[in-house]
């Protein structure tokens, strides 16, 4: 697989970026054949294939974009389908390449983006001037998208934060960060804050101990609630550092990899098992271009209605192990999940390397009747030689 901190790929290379830019660009002539991008859009109406579809997923200004006043003054450049949540601070989001290349979209000076030529650019307040430069900021950017209730639903995206700037070596003080976050909440709500968001967190800087780190990718998932779903990419800075600054980039939302056990009894007169799973990667998964995807699978088990989750399995494939009881007469109870990616060995797959979490399957029970036994140990008595 290629380093994923480059965010400049050859034309082979980006494959899956201009796919998207073309089908999202059918999208919004054969949905919004009106539609002005000078205003972002509203929920995205089903596909007919069923797979939830993201409008400018890759925050492409050839797409397009819409000019948003910032309360700190100017017009900023947001990415047409995505609308800005202002949490704190007044950060000043713009297209990236219209950012650095004098507000020309056909601009060819390289810019900060995993994929297609584009990204949404995200910066702090008096970034680099003022006697406080780079003030603490939380910005959202959000898009909902028709789903299927009951239906799981994977996201992946990519970010970069760069705290302290671009300059080496690089003085972002220990301690501080810049949290690349990624959301989905499944009931179509549109407040970042809500309880019903669920968040995957990022604190890496663009370097970390003098290597650059780079592009980060990021993977949350949720069974939908409701007919609309929102997804969410979300960068909080609680410093004040200059130079801050962040980049979000493709967003890809499919259904989820799955992940089942094999039948287990409520009730066993005995204190140990074997635990089956199995699974596979959903079918849009396997059509990405180019892709190698493969499965493993996550599993978790609790003693008790009120146990804590705790970890057994992590990334195993399809397979089984042995689960000896905890204590008797108290139900057990396991979860399973899947996670999709490409290997790192072998041939070149698809880039950007999505991956994809899959949603924790419901909880199985089994009683143990019975406990593990002692294990029979013997005293050393070391001979003593005069």
Not at 14 to 42: C, K, N
Not at 54 to 73: M, R, W
Not at 148 to 164: N, P, R
Not at 332 to 361: I, M, T, Y
Request: hydrophobic share 40%.
């Amino acid at each position: 697989m290629k380093a994923e901190n480059e965010s400049f790929q050859n034309p082979a290379n980006r494959s899956i970026g201009w796919l998207v830019i073309v089908l999202t660009l059918l999208v919004l002539l054969a949905r919004y054949p009106s539609a002005s991008a000078e205003s972002p859009s509203s929920t995205i109406p089903p596909d007919p294939t069923g797979v939830p579809m993201l409008i400018n997923p890759g925050f492409e200004c050839k797409i397009g974009t819409y000019q948003l006043e910032s309360s700190a003054g100017g017009l900023m450049r947001i990415a047409t389908g995505w609308t800005p949540v202002f949490i704190s601070g007044a950060p000043w989001l713009y297209s990236t390449r219209m950012q650095f290349a004098g507000d020309d979209c056909d601009g060819s000076a390289h810019v900060e983006r995993i994929d297609g030529e584009d990204s949404q650019g995200v910066f702090a307040q008096d970034i680099e001037w003022s006697a406080e430069p780079g003030k603490p900021f939380d910005v959202a950017l959000y898009q909902q998208t028709a789903a299927t209730i009951g239906a799981d639903y994977s996201l992946s995206a990519w970010m970069l934060s760069l705290c302290g700037g671009s300059a080496m070596p690089n003085d972002c003080p220990d301690g501080f960060y810049m949290a690349k976050m990624l959301g989905i909440d499944p009931t179509g709500g549109t407040d970042p804050l809500a309880a019903t968001v669920i968040w995957a967190e990022n604190r890496h800087n663009f370097v970390e101990n003098g290597e650059r780190v780079g592009w980060q990718n990021l993977q949350v998932s949720a069974q939908a609630q409701s007919e609309t779903i929102t997804v969410f990419g979300r960068i909080n800075t609680p410093f004040r550092w200059h130079g801050n600054h962040a980049f979000i980039d493709a967003f890809l939302l499919l259904d989820s990899p799955t992940a089942q056990f094999s039948a287990l009894p409520a009730e066993l007169d005995g204190y140990q098992i074997e635990v089956q799973w199995e699974g596979d990667i959903s079918t849009q998964i396997r059509d990405i271009p180019s892709g190698r995807y493969e499965v493993t699978f996550d599993v978790e088990y609790r003693v008790g209605e009120a146990g804590e989750w705790q970890q057994w399995q992590s990334r195993q494939p399809a397979g089984s192990a042995n689960f000896v009881a905890q204590a008797a007469n108290i139900p057990h109870f396991f979860r399973v999940r899947a996670f999709s990616e490409q290997p790192e060995d072998g041939p070149e797959g698809a880039f950007p390397n999505h991956r994809f979490l899959g949603v924790w399957s419901e909880p199985m029970s089994i009683t143990f009747l019975q406990e593990e036994p002692p294990k029979n140990f013997h005293v050393f008595i070391p001979t003593v030689m005069n």
